[in-house]
């Protein structure tokens, strides 16, 4: 998770960031979640039902600030959604909703709790707040994003960071989807007035387009990288990550080589080394 963003984002995490979206920021700060894991609580204006997206971690400390930012804000968490199934995102799921006696959704089955399973495509309403779900594999099979049309927003889970830019967790996620997850959300900023990305991690970001397109710019630049480092003879993915990021915090290496692996099977799928 490297390099910085576009976008102008807001002066600190946690707290409103849009109309209807607010962020409980989690105590789990770390080299790979950033500040800390982002737990949003998203509601429509003037109804008392909110749905909150990625509890985050298990910390109960962080559970109940979320169920109780909620209550302050005149509402009752009503459904409970996944982008992914990371620890830092869903690992609190459960415990959550013991506390709100909510369903969990999620795409993967083995995270859902008394709910249906989300799709791409599928529409989710709660107390008239409209969400779009859209299937973004790539940094893992399971990634979802939810477009928020009344904020043009995006919330992105790890897809897109509000700082730096996430890992491909080989093997789970693969380069391919996650490009093809990257295009789609491009689509959804050129074209249907997506402008804020609200991350799991990270700042919010007031240029969604700009975001993205950094990102596929930065996707394209390592890529070219990865395959020059093999040219030249680096052969294993540490050999790789210890040629391509030396500049970047050896307390990502780990990270880094996963995307590694998921860029060297994408240029042997192409046929390129």
Same mark, same amino acid.
């Given at each position: 998770m490297t390099g910085i963003l576009p976008g102008a984002p807001l002066p600190r995490i946690g707290g409103p960031a849009t109309e209807r979206a607010v962020c409980v920021l989690a105590p789990n700060p770390s080299p790979m979640t950033l500040d800390g894991t982002n737990t949003w609580i998203l509601s429509e204006p003037g109804s008392d039902l909110a749905v909150v997206v990625d509890p985050g971690p298990l910390h109960e400390d962080h559970l109940r600030a979320v169920v109780r930012t909620a209550e302050e804000l005149g509402k009752r968490v009503a459904l409970t959604l996944l982008t992914h199934g990371h620890a830092d995102h869903a690992e609190g799921a459960a415990r959550f909703a013991e506390l709100t006696r909510t369903p969990v959704r999620a795409l993967d089955p083995t995270h859902r709790l008394g709910g249906e399973g989300l799709h791409h495509g599928a529409t989710v309403t709660t107390g008239g707040l409209e969400l779009r779900v859209l299937g973004t594999p790539g940094h893992t099979s399971d990634s979802l994003c939810f477009h928020l049309p009344a904020d043009g927003a995006v919330l992105t889970g790890? @897809?897109?960071? +509000? $700082?730096?830019? @996430?890992?491909? !967790?080989?093997? #789970? =996620? @693969?380069? +391919?989807d996650y490009l093809d997850s990257l295009r789609r959300l491009r689509i959804l900023a050129a074209e249907h007035g997506v402008a804020t990305v609200l991350p799991g991690h990270g700042p919010v970001l007031a240029d969604a387009l700009g975001a993205v397109d950094?990102?596929? %710019?930065?996707? %394209?630049? $390592?890529? !070219?990288?990865? *395959?020059? %480092?093999? *040219?030249? =003879?680096? $052969?294993? !993915? %540490? #050999?790789?990550?210890?040629?391509?990021?030396a500049d970047v915090d050896r307390s990502l290496w780990p990270a880094a080589e996963l995307s590694v692996r998921a860029q060297l099977r994408y240029l042997e799928d192409h046929g390129l080394i």
């Open positions: 790890d @897809t897109v960071l +509000g $700082r730096g830019t @996430t890992m491909v !967790a080989h093997p #789970d =996620g @693969t380069l +391919g950094y990102y596929l %710019a930065h996707r %394209a630049s $390592r890529l !070219a990288q990865v *395959e020059t %480092a093999v *040219e030249a =003879g680096h $052969r294993t !993915a %540490a #050999d790789v990550v210890a040629h391509v990021y």
